[in-house]
């Protein structure tokens, strides 16, 4: 498998997305879902991401943070009567902004400084894009539309809203961000499986890390995301190594 040869066609390309980005980032800085710092990075991320990976890296970003905007909005009077985690302010911060994207942007980086085989970066960006995706679903739409909810470690009943906490509805909610993700990635191919796997073991490893470390706040929130985006490149990275042991 090799790279594709970049043309002018696939510059344009990720220029235009980069753009509807940046158009995107705007707007929600001008209306207040971002803070100043926080649009900052976000256009930072896509820069990266579009040196490193082009046209569709920047359209994987774009898809993330479009249905991840929508996701924390949809149904916010609902959210936040459920506690006050589901209250969220209105701006986002750079750290949380970095949290979700600063995986792919370092994986998309490591792409121009230290090449590797074809295809592991921008799998590893997919996947880590896949489980930021299926983590914010699964968690915003998830107190919305389950209905049982337990803890991911006792499988005890809880709350919602709970660090740690799950529903059958979030989850798959959740996986079918992922698969949004891995179908825009490769389509339905062996590559795009990979994501999907990485992107729905991101999202409960998600869940583990808030039932063990942050409910008892030893980690934050933003860290748990971080790690769960950067588990899910690192799954992706050792499925892909063992194709191609196999093969």
């Not at 820069?47 to 905007?69: N, P, Q, Y």
């Not at 902004?97 to 960006?125: C, D, E, K, T």
Request: hydrophobic residues 55%.
């Amino acid at each position: 498998m090799e790279l594709p040869t970049p043309d002018s066609g696939l510059f344009f390309a990720t220029l235009f997305f980069y753009f509807v980005i940046a158009g995107v980032i705007i707007y929600c800085l001008r209306i207040g879902k971002l803070t100043f710092p926080a649009a900052i990075a976000a256009l930072l991320i896509g820069v990266f991401i579009a040196v490193g990976d082009g046209a569709k890296g920047v359209f994987l970003l774009f898809t993330f943070f479009v249905l991840g905007v929508w996701a924390t909005s949809h149904r916010k009077d609902l959210k936040a009567k459920i506690s006050t985690e589901g209250d969220h302010p209105q701006g986002r911060t750079a750290g949380q902004v970095f949290a979700n994207g600063g995986v792919a942007a370092i994986v998309a980086l490591l792409s121009l400084f230290a090449p590797g085989p074809a295809h592991l970066y921008q799998l590893m960006l997919a996947a880590s894009l896949a489980s930021a995706l299926a983590d914010t679903l699964s968690s915003e739409l998830g107190m919305v539309y389950g209905r049982n909810f337990f803890n991911i470690l006792s499988f005890k009943k809880e709350p919602k809203g709970l660090d740690g906490v799950i529903s059958l509805e979030g989850t798959l909610i959740g996986a079918a961000g992922a698969a949004i993700i891995s179908l825009i990635y490769d389509g339905f191919s062996q590559l795009s499986l990979i994501v999907l796997i990485a992107g729905v073991l991101g999202n409960l490893a998600d869940s583990l890390l808030g039932a063990a470390f942050e409910r008892k706040h030893l980690i934050g929130n933003n860290t748990v995301n971080f790690l769960n985006t950067l588990f899910a490149a690192l799954v992706a990275a050792l499925l892909y190594g063992c194709i191609l042991y196999a093969g």
